[in-house]
């Protein structure tokens, strides 16, 4: 969700109201408090979603493809695992007596999930099925089995990823015939069988599809596993909106079962865009449509986010982990459509445009040695690949730096350019958990030069287009 793409979608969200769209307002955009956050991974200029999750979720910057370790442990080497683990605000938060969820549209053992829960050396090792011999050998656990093990009591877990939690060969629930939807462990097991086995008498409940989420009471559920899709959910434009459920109404649900703690709750919210969920999907497969598609959907959790909860009480970040390569201009008019063409020719080959262009990617193309004249295809259509400057198989990230937006309890602490890793630990300041704690008082931060406190104990949202939400009771 680098800048490009936080306009873009606010001019396509305004198009799909029928306004020309320039002078819309995106629900983060209304955020009193704003900042910049630098991306790069300790090893890395240009960043993955491993090293930021890192950065932005257990406040150390780290090296790409890693997720929870420090920057001394080194990616596929097993053995760097060990004295390298780092924890996340959702432990912290864990540890202080609230509740804490994650929602994804992505797997929930994806990088940016992942970093809220797992040590691991490789982003990859989604199952003990993707990791290699040696890795298992020298103690490693795959990700999908840290989801159950590390942190335990995870009170809110949804989104994809269900083949990676049963056994090799494993038809799925949805899709019994599909090969690629199987299960994919090595070691035999079930492990939402082992989730709900845990739980004992508590409320406890696993669901993979939206009627069995909608159909549940979250004042009457302790805990929720939903896991959609084998691995990740489907584009906004392509869900099956009988069978999976749109990122709204998962955090509606998840924002209603956690704020039942009197101590408050922290939610992980990820809606993948250009670098965070199916947005940054979109942007990675060239798919301009489809990621701010994803972005708007973004939005309206965010929104959703808002009515559920108070100002006063919850600290609510939206940011994002990297940027990608996408831009758009082309000195188009106002109210041109955001997947319309630049309003003249190019002087070059004299041949239309689009506004929106990829620096690299897979929409490379020529015809005869040329570029492709678009006028003679449908660049509009959903999966249209946008033109990219340099050929390759799946665009790349961008590196510059990512807005912050915030609002809430001490929101204004983030301002101004900071390094990424310093968003976990304002938002540990400001709800008096993890190990910074000395200025609060009872539990409650106490502002400068005040002998007593009288605000309430914060929430906490984070929303990583991402997506972050502090909850305080």
């Given at each position: 969700m680098g800048i490009p793409t936080v306009t873009a979608a606010r001019i396509l969200k305004g198009q799909m109201n029928g306004f020309s769209g320039e002078e819309t307002q995106l629900e983060m955009d209304k955020f009193p408090h704003v900042a910049l956050a630098k991306t790069y991974n300790t090893n890395a200029q240009v960043p993955d979603?491993?090293?930021?999750?890192?950065?932005?979720?257990?406040?150390?910057?780290?090296?790409?493809?890693t997720v929870g370790v420090s920057a001394a442990a080194v990616r596929s080497q097993c053995n760097t695992t060990f004295g390298n683990e780092v924890t996340s605000i959702l432990k912290w938060a864990k540890d202080a007596g609230k509740s804490v969820g994650i929602v994804t549209t992505t797997r929930v053992n994806h990088a940016t999930p992942s970093a809220a829960y797992a040590h691991c050396v490789d982003r990859d090792w989604y199952s003990d099925g993707e990791m290699p011999p040696e890795a298992i050998q020298g103690g490693c656990k795959d990700i999908a089995r840290q989801l159950l093990?590390?942190?335990p009591n995870i009170d809110v877990i949804m989104g994809g990823g269900r083949k990676y939690m049963y056994p090799k060969n494993t038809p799925d629930v949805e899709y019994p015939n599909e090969y690629k939807a199987n299960g994919t462990r090595q070691d035999g097991r079930r492990l939402v069988d082992e989730w709900k086995s845990s739980k004992g008498n508590q409320a406890a409940h696993y669901v993979w599809n939206k009627n069995q989420l909608l159909a549940l009471n979250p004042h009457k559920v302790d805990y929720l596993l939903g896991l959609f899709e084998p691995a990740d959910m489907r584009y906004d434009l392509e869900r099956?909106?009988?069978m999976d459920p749109s990122l709204a109404e998962m955090v509606e649900v998840a924002i209603k079962i956690l704020q039942k703690n009197p101590k408050?709750?922290?939610?992980?919210?990820?809606?993948?865009?250009?670098?965070?969920?199916?947005?940054?999907?979109?942007?990675?497969?060239?798919?301009?449509?489809?990621?701010?598609?994803?972005?708007v959907q973004m939005d309206i959790a965010v929104g959703k986010a808002g009515v559920l909860t108070s100002e006063e009480d919850t600290l609510t970040v939206v940011t994002a982990d990297h940027s990608h390569v996408f831009t758009f201009g082309g000195y188009t008019l106002r109210g041109n459509s955001i997947f319309g063409l630049a309003p003249m020719q190019s002087d070059v080959d004299n041949k239309p445009f689009t506004s929106i262009l990829y620096g690299n990617g897979p929409g490379f193309k020529l015809s005869n040695g040329e570029r492709e004249n678009i006028?003679?295809?449908?660049?509009?259509?959903?999966?249209?690949?946008?033109?990219?400057?340099?050929?390759?198989q799946m665009e790349t990230h961008g590196g510059e730096d990512v807005a912050v937006f915030a609002k809430g309890p001490l929101a204004h602490l983030l301002h101004g350019v900071h390094e990424q890793n310093y968003i976990p630990h304002v938002m540990a300041y400001a709800t008096c958990i993890g190990q910074n704690t000395e200025h609060c008082k009872g539990g409650y931060p106490v502002p400068c030069g005040a002998s007593s406190l009288t605000s309430t104990l914060i929430n906490l949202l984070s929303f990583l287009i991402l997506s972050l939400l502090l909850c305080w009771p």
């Open positions: 979603s491993a090293g930021t999750a890192t950065a932005y979720l257990c406040g150390v910057k780290a090296n790409e493809g093990e590390n942190i099956d909106k009988q408050g709750f922290y939610l992980l919210v990820e809606g993948k865009w250009p670098a965070c969920g199916r947005i940054d999907h979109g942007h990675h497969e060239g798919k301009a449509k489809q990621a701010l598609h994803e972005a006028s003679t295809i449908d660049y509009k259509q959903n999966n249209y690949l946008a033109q990219s400057a340099v050929p390759l």
